[in-house]
């Protein structure tokens, strides 16, 4: 069963098209990462699958039924990008507080465990560090148990250890089956955190996949080697070759097929090739070349 599913979603804010025909299916369990740069459409797709917002044209679907249904039989938890906290609560009462709105809630006890927040569990909310007002930020989301958690860029105001440890969180709430789609801009987060990472950029996918299926499909992979005195004239005739350049005896060859321009470089030439490095196309390249402006 599908937890979303978009078909051909269009938002329009008077002239600005913000999301332009988007088609997005995400199985149940599955944890995926909405990779784009800022004004792709993320946070907007994000509100329409809340229910927030209402599509211009197209329907949006979360395990099968519209998003107010999902949220009012208490399906979706959400991180967005603002929310303060009651200062005067603790964080025990504030999560108390928010998981009995919810009909099938989470244990009180097991929120604050997922969320690291068991020994803070009586300090009140404005005495409450950055790492640890989003720390509850991330049980309130995960309080009414829901089937699909949506995180929008959840880790923007942390430092790199509240990070890991929000990750670590988000993970053991993964574990559980449940379905998680986050908003980032950070590739090693989609990288890390993701099974796959969907790029949208001017509101629509550009590219969906695992990391590593995303940074194969862009032509930045390329070999090197040393040549010496040795001519370079047919090389970019091998298979999968888009360009060749020599600097200081080193020849660089750079290819969409890594390893059929490998194995034509020896199986073709005769060449004394020494040193040969690989250069795979890391996420940023593939981001990059998937997010520039047509
Ligand atoms: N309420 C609004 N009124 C008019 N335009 C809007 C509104 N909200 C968003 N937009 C525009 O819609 C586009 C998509 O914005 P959105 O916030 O969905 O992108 P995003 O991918 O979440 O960006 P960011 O990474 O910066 O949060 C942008 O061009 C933005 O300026």
Same mark, same amino acid.
């Given at each position: ?41 993320k946070s907007t797709s994000i509100n329409m699958l809340l229910g927030l917002l209402r599509p211009s044209s197209g329907e ?17 938890? #959400? ?5 303060? =906290?009651?200062? *005067?609560? %603790?964080? $025990?009462?504030? +999560?108390?507080?928010? !998981? ?42 995960? #309080? ?5 958690? =949506?995180?929008? *860029?959840? %880790?923007? $105001?942390?430092? +790199?250890?509240?990070? !890991? ?14 379905t998680i789609l986050f908003a980032t801009h950070y590739l090693e987060e989609a990288d890390e955190n993701a099974d796959r ?24 992979? $390329? ?11 047919g090389l970019d005739a091998l298979p999968g070759t888009t360009g060749v350049e020599l600097q200081g005896g080193r020849v ?43």
């Amino acid at each position: 069963m599908n937890a979303i599913a978009f078909t051909d979603v269009t938002k329009r804010y008077g002239d600005v098209l913000a999301v332009d025909g988007l088609d997005l299916e995400v199985p149940a369990g599955a944890t995926v990462a909405l990779l784009g740069p800022n004004g792709a459409g993320k946070s907007t797709s994000i509100n329409m699958l809340l229910g927030l917002l209402r599509p211009s044209s197209g329907e949006i679907r979360v395990f099968g039924e519209p998003p107010e249904t999902a949220v009012a039989n208490g399906e979706i938890g #959400a991180m967005l990008q603002e929310g303060a =906290l009651i200062p *005067e609560l %603790t964080v $025990a009462e504030t +999560v108390d507080f928010v !998981r009995r709105l919810y009909p099938r809630p989470l244990p009180l006890e097991e929120i604050l465990r997922l969320a690291d927040l068991t020994e803070l569990a009586r300090r009140r909310a404005d005495r409450l560090s950055g790492g640890q007002t989003q720390r509850v930020r991330f049980a309130l989301a995960i #309080a009414g148990g829901p089937r699909l958690l =949506l995180l929008d *860029e959840p %880790t923007a $105001a942390m430092d +790199v250890e509240s990070r !890991r440890t929000f990750w670590d969180n988000m993970r053991a709430y993964a574990a559980r089956g449940r379905t998680i789609l986050f908003a980032t801009h950070y590739l090693e987060e989609a990288d890390e955190n993701a099974d796959r990472v969907v790029v949208i950029a001017r509101g629509r996918v550009v590219a969906d996949g695992t990391a590593a299926e995303i940074k194969a499909g862009v032509a930045g992979q $390329a070999v090197s080697f040393l040549l010496g005195e040795q001519p370079v004239a047919g090389l970019d005739a091998l298979p999968g070759t888009t360009g060749v350049e020599l600097q200081g005896g080193r020849v660089t060859l750079r290819t969409i097929d890594l390893d059929a321009t490998v194995a034509a470089l020896y199986r073709k030439t005769t060449l004394d090739i020494r040193d040969l490095q690989l250069h795979g196309a890391d996420l940023e390249d593939a981001f990059l070349a998937l997010t520039k402006e047509a």
